[in-house]
């Protein structure tokens, strides 16, 4: 008997470790493009303007409003400055500096066809971070304005679009002994599914916003119905909820 309640024991445990390692997995995949503030001075970036003109050209100044970006002055091949403004822009391929750059890419969906965009894994899986043009009321708020925003979610960005809001202030970290284990998440993002308008979303009134961010979907709504909805775990819900569209779709 007692070796059959250790039995029984041993697989509970496995069964527990198995989920929480799956989860951990999950939100790898799901984890979000780092916010960047820099640009790389050494690598071009290449524009798309709303005339249908692409630009290839260097960087001299990006100017921002409330941290997002509002204008870009280029320097073109043949030594030309121009000055853009985010509304004649379409979207923005930009790497950011050396101290900034980050190597989160990994392997997962490196097929183009997953990205939210066709141009997207051209460039970011040369390290480049994606920005595009949006209409938005920063923190709700504000008159909407045209920005550069960074989409941090752009491998499965069908969907929902998340983009940084720079001043965005971050959890608490967890640390031991002084040595830092994990960082903060941001407490806010800005967020558009489909055509709706783009949302700043916050971490405290998440629970507000949730159904009507994922609860359209039947297969969504099976599997985290009646759950309490975890701001931790808006990477996985998104990701989740563009493949159970992507199944429809099929």
């Known amino acids: 008997m007692k070796l059959q309640l250790v039995s029984m024991v041993l697989f509970m445990s496995g069964v527990v470790c198995f989920g929480q390692e799956s989860l951990k997995e999950r939100e790898q995949q799901a984890a979000f493009d780092p916010a960047y503030s820099s640009y790389s001075r050494k690598k071009p970036a290449y524009v798309t303007l709303k005339d249908g003109t692409k630009l290839e050209a260097d960087i001299k100044d990006v ?3 409330k941290g997002q970006i509002n204008e870009i002055k280029f320097i073109k091949p043949d030594g030309e400055k121009v000055r853009v403004k985010a509304e004649e822009i ?48 920063l923190k709700n708020k504000k008159k909407e304005e045209e920005y550069l925003m960074q989409v941090v979610n752009p491998k499965y960005s069908q969907f929902i679009e998340v983009y940084s809001d720079p001043w965005a202030k971050q959890t608490a970290s967890i640390g031991i002994g002084g040595m830092k284990l994990a960082g903060g998440i941001a407490k806010s993002y800005y967020i558009k599914k489909g055509d709706e308008k783009v949302l700043w979303l916050t971490k405290k009134d998440f629970d507000e916003h949730f159904e009507s961010l994922f609860m359209d979907n039947d297969k969504f709504k099976a599997k985290y119905g009646g759950e309490k909805f975890k701001w931790s775990l808006l990477g996985v819900y998104i990701l989740d909820y563009t493949e159970f569209l992507l199944e429809d779709s099929q």
Do not use: I
């Open 63 to 65: 100017d921002r409003k």
């Open 90 to 137: 379409v979207d923005l391929y930009m790497a950011p500096s050396g101290l900034e750059k980050l190597n989160n890419q990994g392997n997962f969906m490196n097929d183009a066809t997953k990205w939210g965009k066709t141009d997207a894994s051209k460039y970011m899986n040369k390290g480049y971070t994606m920005y595009t043009n949006q209409m938005v009321s």
